[in-house]
């Protein structure tokens, strides 16, 4: 506003004033009385108030570009502080998580940096065999695991997990537990599995001492009332969760806080095999009694 207000500048718009408001003057009185001593105040007065005005009209025109100007870079800082904002939000989200479970930085970063083109925590078109590349990731850092799979036993042999599986076994850990939760239309699947000899030889070579049990959705409902039917998903260390949506492609990640429905449903399975009430079956690891 300095520069467009300089001193030369206003001195040309008042005096372009005062010769306006003198040549209405000039015409108003006619030619012949214009030099006459009788009309020296209002040629003085004229060329005063022109000058007055000219300087004005600058001025209000000056104040209104700037007016304008100021409230569009109010609405651009105002989108930008939005911005910024959800930014700043989003950072401060990544970063709890990243402290909150130091163990698993190294997962969580790798699970941070696929999201951030997407909403946060949730990465698209994840594929099973990424899926198992972010799994592995989690098991390298890990002293836990427990798992829900919602595919009868098959599924491991048809996704060639293997080398998944083989990274859990592999990995020592306090404890290591998996729920298979087929629903109502894949039990004959599920109890075909059980009987397969090869497939249970495959299933246990590669996935080691993991506690695996094993129920249908309808008894889950029937005998944990209230509880929502899980997703498909992993949990290190009661912390790191990764869920994930084959059909859709989508993976999830988040930390599992105490009384989450994924930390809740492994207490209240460890709850029932303390006590020999669990509802779940176990998936057997003797082979030749499957086989009978």
């Known amino acids: 506003m300095a520069s467009e207000l300089s001193p030369w500048r206003l001195i040309g718009v008042a005096f372009l004033g005062a010769i306006a408001l003198e040549a209405v003057l000039l015409f108003s009185i006619g030619v012949a009385g214009t030099f006459s001593v009788r009309q020296i105040p209002s040629h003085v007065a004229a060329l005063t108030v022109g000058t007055i005005g000219g300087w004005l009209y600058e001025l209000f025109r ?17 989108a930008s502080v939005e911005a910024l904002t959800g930014k700043i939000s989003y950072q401060d989200k990544a970063l709890s998580m990243l402290v909150s479970c130091p163990r698993h930085n190294e997962a969580l970063t790798a699970l941070i940096k696929a999201s951030m083109s997407d909403n946060f925590k949730n990465i698209p078109f994840v594929g099973v065999a990424e899926y198992f590349d972010l799994l592995e990731l989690a098991i390298a850092h890990s002293d836990g695991y427990q798992g829900v799979q919602r595919r009868p036993l098959r599924w491991y042999r048809e996704r060639s997990a293997a ?76 912390m790191l969760l990764i869920a994930y949506d084959e059909p859709r492609q989508i993976l999830s990640f988040d930390i599992a806080r105490e009384g989450s429905p994924e930390r809740k449903l492994f207490e209240i399975h460890q709850q029932h095999v303390l006590h020999k009430t669990s509802v779940f079956k176990k998936v057997p690891t003797d082979i030749a009694a499957a086989e009978s």
């Open 62 to 78: 000056e104040l209104h570009s700037t007016t304008k100007a100021s409230l569009q870079q109010l609405t651009a800082l105002s």
């Open 163 to 238: 080398s998944y599986l083989e990274d859990l076994r592999e990995r020592r850990m306090r404890y290591k537990t998996r729920l298979i939760i087929v629903n109502d239309d894949d039990v004959p699947a599920m109890e075909e599995d059980l009987k397969d000899k090869e497939l249970l030889k495959f299933y246990w070579s590669h996935t080691g001492s993991v506690d695996t049990y094993w129920i249908s959705v309808s008894d889950f409902e029937a005998n944990l009332p209230g509880h929502p039917v899980p997703r498909d998903f992993a949990l290190y260390d009661r």
